[in-house]
């Protein structure tokens, strides 16, 4: 155990800014993640390879000579329409199977995306840079880079736009009504499939914009994919499904207790710590229903 | 070719049912029917067996031609070093049967390497080992690229009996294992930083440093570490940050922020690619001062191109570079092997390529020495290995590593926006002096 954090009291600052920032860019994935969960009850084992594979368009973009944060509205663009293609082609034919199923296939996606990212954009780990700099707070004491702050900025927008889209727009209200009730909302005209389309859609857009964001915040490879898939999980599992206001806190809380969970007890820990946080939270949400039931009765 | 392997064994086991299934058939007419089976059932097997060991007396060599066998990445996480290793055999095969081969017996012989896709994984590896050596007859050994794939196809080579020279396995659990059959023309991974810590201390005036360090948690960073940890104890030094980062991980930016606040003398990173990329960023970005920057893998992940002016003044380890002065007759020095891979290849040769190009060096002047193509004897001779190539001295300890081979330290250094590494010690091939302490961000 390190008690450093306790006795230079000005990394707990560092500590939590940098924690809510990682955690505001992974709440946008876990977004994604809870509606598209939500809606068509399918847990997308290849989120993370599409964020990667969102993230890889704004670095071609930076090879070509145009500057990456474009990607984050380029890249969106592009990942919709993979999105939408991938439901036409896949996940139309598991929409109303079995949950197993679903993963089963998207898990093949995942594979595949991986592979076709190595054979294309080679097995090297890249990084663009956006030359943002940094800010520099307590005379220099606390640095946040501004590729940070604006990676929150862009995921805050984004996250926003999507709750007033759900709640303002026709096919937002269709998209809930289908997650409602998908057989009621047939019978009253709602086009599903067409919902079901653009909710894979959105969803790969949303990576698409986080990709964007990690290729000049971290590094980018073929492989590192799956960390974001289990973190957008671990994020949705806590928040709740349905619960997009919950999905941002969660994500905040999480990176801040990671980041604080790496100074006290260990680099080593920080995963580890995340995973047991979640088993004692799914342990005592079960706690509270069975008193709930038993109350019931 | 694969497909082939589980064809061929399923065919075997099909056929071995049926003949169990007409034993048991049998069985109940009477023992002398019975024993007749068994017999032309044996004669077959035996059959089978002798043609097998005729196949494999062929394949070793074959007319005037030694088959090497090897398992390397063409696909998967490995498949961009995989490439390089592939290149650099494949050069050194080019230019040996160019050069008039290998004599043995006075005749000469040409190189020519039998390869399979290990898929960067290493169970796979092992499978292709097995391959190689029983069904393709395979008698000598190339090794794959990684430490832990290295590991994986060992065991097999061992039990088997095959010499392996191995030029990208540098952990150092491969040394302790007691294997006979493996040899390694590069230099263990707990000698790749421990140089820093020397400079380190000799820039201090001879007094122990405060030091930092964050490894990866895979075989071949925590074989780093430990050489840190021998050096840190030889020179008195202290180590204040010890972290582990989980292979997962992409943000160092807590170890940054205590490397911030304890202010050590020197910080070492390893962790590959991705460690050695993520570092640079967090770095600059955070604008961490340290007096000293030491890290592995600068070469492969192209460091200098990717981050240029950030990634200035860092030390990364390397096992060779091109501005050395050893030389051999096929590749003339470090800088002619540098043209000449980049006029075949395109690109410039990292290291994996050139520590590959040795290993078949290594391999021609054995069986020249040896004189012979039995395994035991070429193995023997291997083993007295003591030579001079374009790469480095390669020696082997009785453990199978390269003892007369230094690792080098360069600085990343820019001109403009132009980036490249300076080897900066050993100083008998320094090219630029180091510098030291890094200026601080605020002066850059």
Not at chain 1, 17 to 35: K, V
Not at chain 1, 159 to 178: C, D, E, N, Q
Request: with cysteine; net charge positive; hydrophobic share 45%.
């Amino acid at each position: 155990m390190d008690l450093l954090i306790f006795q230079v009291p000005i990394l707990m600052v560092q500590a939590s800014l940098d924690g809510a920032l990682l955690g505001i860019l992974f709440a946008l994935i876990a977004y994604g993640m809870a509606l598209q969960w939500g809606v068509m009850n399918i847990i997308n084992i290849a989120q993370g390879e599409m964020v990667i594979l969102g993230g890889y368009i704004a670095y071609t973009m930076y090879v070509m000579g145009i500057h990456p944060a474009y990607g984050v509205i380029v890249s969106p663009i592009i990942m919709y329409f993979i999105g939408w293609l991938l439901y036409k082609l896949v996940i139309n034919r598991v929409v109303d199977r079995d949950l197993f199923i679903s993963i089963l296939a998207t898990f093949g996606i995942s594979i595949l995306t991986q592979q076709l990212m190595n054979f294309i954009f080679g097995a090297d780990v890249v990084v663009a840079q956006s030359n943002f700099g940094t800010t520099l707070l307590f005379d220099g004491m606390v640095t946040l880079p501004n590729a940070k702050i604006f990676s929150a900025l862009i995921s805050i927008i984004f996250a926003t736009g999507l709750v007033l889209y759900m709640k303002k727009s026709k096919l937002g209200r269709a998209i809930r009504a289908t997650s409602q009730n998908a057989r009621a909302a047939k019978i009253l005209g709602v086009d599903t499939e067409r919902v079901y389309a653009t909710t894979f859609g959105i969803n790969a857009a949303l990576c698409g914009v986080a990709g964007a964001l990690i290729s000049i915040t971290f590094t980018l490879h073929p492989y590192v994919g799956l960390p974001y898939t289990v973190r957008s999980f671990m994020i949705v599992i806590i928040a709740g499904l349905g619960n997009l206001p919950g999905v941002a806190l969660s994500g905040m809380g999480l990176g801040v207790f990671e980041e604080f969970s790496d100074y006290i007890l260990g680099t080593e820990f920080r995963v580890g710590s995340v995973f047991t946080l979640l088993v004692l939270i799914l342990v005592y949400r079960r706690f509270r229903l069975s008193r709930k039931r038993e109350y019931l009765e | 070719m694969v497909s082939t392997g589980y064809c061929c064994s399923s065919g075997i086991g099909s056929s071995g049912k049926r003949a169990i299934d007409k034993l048991k058939i049998n069985h109940d007419y009477g023992g002398g029917k019975m024993l007749k089976i068994f017999r032309k059932t044996l004669v077959a097997t035996l059959a089978v067996v002798a043609l097998m060991a005729t196949t494999v007396a062929q394949a070793r060599v074959d007319g005037n031609t030694i088959t090497l066998g090897a398992a390397v990445s063409e696909t998967g996480k490995y498949s961009t070093n995989g490439k390089h290793t592939r290149n650099g055999y494949n050069l050194a095969v080019k230019r040996i049967n160019e050069m008039g081969g290998v004599t043995v017996g006075g005749k000469s012989y040409k190189f020519k390497i039998t390869y399979y896709d290990d898929e960067s994984n290493s169970g796979r590896a092992a499978q292709l080992a097995e391959r190689l050596i029983k069904q393709d007859g395979v008698k000598y050994m190339l090794g794959p690229y990684s430490s832990g794939l290295t590991k994986a196809i060992a065991p097999v080579t061992e039990e088997n009996k095959i010499p392996m020279v191995e030029a990208n396995g540098a952990s150092r659990s491969l040394f302790t294992k007691g294997y006979k059959y493996l040899f390694a023309v590069l230099s263990a991974a707990n000698q790749y930083l421990e140089v820093a810590i020397d400079l380190a201390v000799e820039k201090n005036g001879g007094k122990p440093v405060k030091i930092a360090m964050a490894f990866e948690q895979d075989a071949f960073s925590q074989d780093v570490r430990l050489g840190i940890v021998e050096a840190a104890e030889r020179t008195g030094s202290k180590i204040i940050i010890d972290d582990k980062l989980p292979k997962e991980l992409n943000d160092m930016a807590a170890t940054l922020a205590k490397v911030r606040a304890t202010r050590p003398d020197v910080l070492v990173v390893s962790g590959h690619s991705k460690g050695a990329l993520t570092a640079i960023r967090q770095i600059s970005e955070m604008k961490v001062d340290v007096p000293m920057l030491a890290m592995t893998h600068c070469d492969a992940s192209k460091l200098a191109k990717q981050h240029g002016k950030k990634s200035e003044y860092a030390l990364c380890a390397a096992q060779w570079h091109k501005s050395l002065s050893y030389s051999d007759r096929f590749f003339g020095d470090g800088k002619k092997f540098d043209s000449d891979f980049t006029n075949e290849y395109g690109y410039a040769p990292p290291y994996q390529a050139a520590e590959s190009a040795a290993a078949l060096l290594v391999w021609k002047a054995a069986f020249e020495r040896a004189n012979s193509f039995d395994t035991k004897k070429v193995r023997d001779a291997l083993a007295l290995t003591d030579m001079q190539t374009f790469y480095g001295n390669i020696k082997f300890s009785n453990a199978g590593q390269n003892i007369a081979k230094p690792m080098v330290l360069f600085q990343v250094r820019c001109e403009g926006n132009k980036c490249e590494n300076k080897v900066v010690a050993p100083t008998k091939w320094a090219s630029a002096e180091l510098v030291h302490p890094i200026p601080k961000w605020s002066d850059r």
